[in-house]
Every structure is written in C-alpha cells, then in structure tokens.
C-alpha cells in the first residue's frame, strides 16, 4: 500500500473514532482537510495539540482551565455562599451561558451510573466534601442532570452533606425529565434555578 494512502487511511480513522462521526463523515472531513490549504489543516492539528497540552482541570472546582484556577474560582465578584454542582465542564459552559448563577460551581466529572461500573470514588465528590468543609457555603444547589443517574447522584451527594450546616437544594423541574441540561434553553434553565426546591 502506498504511503499516501495509509496516511489517510490512519486520518479516517482517528475522525471515526470521534463521537457521533461515521465512516462516512471521516472520509468527507479527511478528503476536506486534503483540499483546504496546508495552514488550514495544520491549525485544527496545533489547536487540538493546544487544548491537551494547556487545558487542565482547575484544582478547586474541576472545571477546565488554562492555569491551576478557572476564570470562575478567581472572579472576586462571584458569589462565594452559593455552589453549585453539575456533572460536566459542558453543564457549567450551559449554565454560565444562561447567565442565571453567580456563585461558584463544582463538577463531578460525570455521574453515579452502577451500570456502568462508575461508582462515587471515581467523581470528584471526596473533594466536594472537603470543600464544603472547609468553605463557608450557605447553600448547595444539586444541577445534575434529570435523569435516573442524575437524580442518583445528587440524593447521595445530599446524604454525604447531610451534616453540614448548609441548605441543599436542586433545580426545578421545569427542565423535562431526561433532558440535557446543556441543550436546555436559558428560560427553562433560569425558572429551574429560581424555582429551586429544597432538598435537605
Ligand atoms: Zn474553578
């Protein structure tokens, strides 16, 4: 096999490991990045290599960041009584684009799914304890997703903070039943936060 041919055939797979991307998708896209110019091609290649090289998880809250803290956790202006928690980076990008929280948030870094053989020790809820213990928190708002997993993973999370002196609450369920909160739209996301019900 030529050297030309199994470059591309090595693009097309790498294309077709990426989520929601068909065999099909990865030729159209390798074939693309074939004809554009060279500069074009080898920014998409030096912006990837960017976001692994720099992005990280900021250390306090676990969202992505580019230094050992997020833009939220070093904003003086945001609301340090109130935390937020949500599953993913992706959750946190849909709430802050909602505009509907100031205060300061916590990814789990995925759900409880038993099914999935992804237990509590595998999230970041260790830390979140340690955070609540030693934060002055006034109130902690569950934004998990409303699914089975997601309803899961914020009652075990309000059981390990079940002995703080700190109110726990969780959206309203304004967002459908099974939705993503990422595609849900900033309406439905700001009566879910204002009509927030108390769970502890
Ligand atoms: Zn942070």
């Not at 990008?93 to 995925?110: D, K, N, P, S, W």
């Not at 099914?115 to 902690?140: M, W, Y």
Request: with cysteine; aromatic share 4%; glycine share 8%.
């Amino acid at each position: 096999m030529a050297q030309e041919s199994s470059s591309i055939n090595e693009l097309i797979d790498q294309l077709g490991r990426l989520p929601g991307i068909g065999r099909k998708s990865a030729e159209r896209l390798a074939y693309h990045l074939l004809r554009v110019s060279k500069g074009e091609a080898l920014a998409l290649s030096e912006a990837i290599r960017n976001v692994r090289e720099n992005v990280r998880y900021c250390s306090e809250c676990f969202n992505l960041s580019e230094g050992p803290l997020c833009s939220i956790c070093t904003d003086l202006s945001r609301d340090t009584s109130l935390l937020c928690i949500v599953e993913q980076p992706r959750d946190l990008m849909a709430m802050e684009q909602a505009g509907v929280f100031r205060g300061l948030y916590h990814v789990l870094l995925g759900r409880i799914a038993p099914l999935d053989g992804i237990g509590p020790d595998q999230l970041t809820i260790d830390e979140l304890v340690e955070r609540v213990r030693k934060g002055n928190f006034s109130e902690i708002i569950m934004a998990t997703n409303p699914t089975v997993e997601g309803d899961g993973s914020a009652l075990y999370i309000t059981n390990q903070l079940a002995d703080f002196p700190v109110q726990v609450s969780r959206l309203a369920r304004g967002i459908t039943t099974g939705s993503v909160l990422e595609h849900t739209n900033r309406e439905i996301l700001a009566d879910a936060m204002s009509g927030r019900q108390r769970m502890h």
